[in-house]
């Protein structure tokens, strides 16, 4: 079933704008409309209650509305975007998916799905069939290794969504595939908001008019995709006066990015988010727009620091994982790896304990050394990590993508002279590798498992 939410803004909100896409404004009644259309079409196709049903889209208004309708009949969904498409096979033979909508080909076009012989499916689809509740499978980005099917109970997820908040004009910049899209999508249209569809290409440039041109209030983002922008100051050239929020998430934010983003965006309030795919999204406060020191948690979320790591147990947990053990301890909680200081009751992340850098023994998180990395001019993407050496058993490396080509030998000099007094010895890059594209993946996230892969040579 859907969401009372759901109902109630399909009627409230009948003439509003619910979805913006490819320039065209649909109300929520048209998206009611299409929720009741794609729910005779899932009949007419013959899919039942409990079944799982892939769709390939963005945020347009047939995506929203396919998820909907597949919640009022039961199924469990995988949302693809476009950018998956090289994983889309595999992804579906884990998942086993039983049906697939390609909603970014004319038509919507759809097909049942052969399945090998082999293992029944997972018990944990058994046990939401049975409850006879929608549910959702999301994959992780593999920004660090493959990626994780999260199983989540969907109808519990969109019920966190009942309380009222205020509608704003949403850039839909992160993809209906993470659980930050989604929750950006959930968000909106329950508060009676409008989504604006980033469709396409999602340049500094593109985001830009789009926020111009639908008088965007608030941006979900990335910090990589912030730093883009910074480099490119491409909103110099664009009216961006609508802008009264950022929010970013899904990595750490480098100190340099966010204090020349506060400089650059002196009346937007920029503000820290912080969840996982196998939590959900959580309440967030920052401090202020220039701080990163943030307070974690809200409703139906419990935190604890062990040992320096966030452990959290929440009420919107998902399941278990399709393709990997239970990270669940016996008591709920999830270890998120991520290390944190703590300040009262508030905490600033420093980063994975798996991507940890151990040189001689001295700890180095990547962030503290990007965030140097980053203050260089000409310096678009960076990202540190840590190189086998027989002495220290590691030494810090980054792989830098550069605004224009600089010689190497000569830039890792400037790299080190201009790290030194900023880092302690020990965190200053030894080892230097230029990437020629970019080193985040579609989801704007660094792709920390590539650096660390990265080929040998260089300076």
């Known amino acids: 079933m859907t969401p009372s939410w759901l109902d109630y803004q399909l009627s409230v909100s009948a003439a509003h704008a619910a979805v913006v896409h490819a320039g065209t404004a649909w109300t929520y009644a048209q998206l009611g409309r299409s929720i009741e259309l794609w729910q005779r079409r899932l009949a007419g196709h013959g899919i039942s209650r409990g079944e799982l049903v892939a769709f390939v889209g963005d945020h347009s208004p047939s995506t929203c509305a ?5 919640t009022r009949n039961g199924n469990v969904c995988v949302p693809f975007s476009r950018a998956a498409a090289p994983r889309l096979a595999e992804h579906c033979r884990i998942a086993a998916v039983d049906s697939l909508f390609e909603l970014d080909r004319e038509g919507a076009p759809w097909r049942r799905l052969e399945k090998p012989a082999g293992p029944a499916p997972h018990p944990l689809l058994a046990t939401l069939r049975a409850t006879g509740r929608a549910g959702l499978v999301l994959f992780s980005s593999g920004s660090t290794g493959a990626s994780k099917a999260s199983l989540l109970d969907l109808e519990r997820l969109m019920g966190r969504f009942a309380e009222p908040r205020r509608p704003f004009v949403t850039l839909g910049f992160l993809l209906v595939d993470h659980i930050g899209g989604l929750n ?5 249209l329950s508060s009676g908001g409008c989504l604006v569809s980033a469709a396409g290409e999602r340049s500094p440039e593109a985001v830009c008019a789009a926020i111009e041109r639908h008088r965007v209030q608030l941006l ?12 490119s100051q491409a909103f110099r050239s664009y009216d961006l006066s609508s802008l009264e929020l950022i929010t970013y998430g899904t990595e750490p934010m480098p100190e340099s990015t966010l204090r020349e983003l506060h400089e650059s965006f002196p009346a937007v309030r920029l503000k820290q988010t912080y969840g996982l795919t196998e939590l959900g999204i959580l309440s967030t406060r920052s401090a202020d727009s220039g ?6 948690g809200g409703a139906g979320y419990e935190t604890k620091i062990v040992d320096g790591v966030l452990w959290i147990r929440s009420q919107t947990a998902m399941l278990g994982y399709l393709n990997a053990p239970s990270p669940f301890d016996r008591d709920g909680w999830f270890n998120t790896q991520d290390a944190v200081e703590v300040k009262g009751d508030q905490l600033r992340i420093l980063g994975r304990t798996s991507e940890l850098i151990n040189v001689g023994g001295e700890k180095v998180y990547p962030a503290q050394v990007e965030c140097v990395l980053l ?3 000409n310096v678009l993407e960076a990202t540190a990590w840590g190189k086998p050496s027989p002495v220290t058993g590691q030494v810090v490396a980054a792989t830098l993508r550069l605004a224009v080509p600089e010689e190497r030998t000569a830039l890792l000099a400037r790299l080190q002279e201009h790290c030194r007094g900023r880092l302690p010895a020990y965190q200053v890059p030894v080892f230097l590798e230029l990437a020629g594209a970019p080193v985040h993946n579609e989801r704007f996230k660094k792709i920390r498992a590539q650096a ?3 080929p040998a040579g260089g300076a």
Not at 291 to 296: R, T
């Open 184 to 188: 950006t999508l959930l968000s909106v």
């Open 291 to 296: 701080s990163l020191w943030v307070q974690v």
């Open 452 to 454: 660390a892969a990265a």
């Open 375 to 377: 203050e260089l001019p």
């Open 66 to 70: 396919l998820l909907f309708a597949l």
């Open 220 to 231: 979900p983002t990335t910090p990589t995709f912030l730093r883009m922008l910074l480099i």
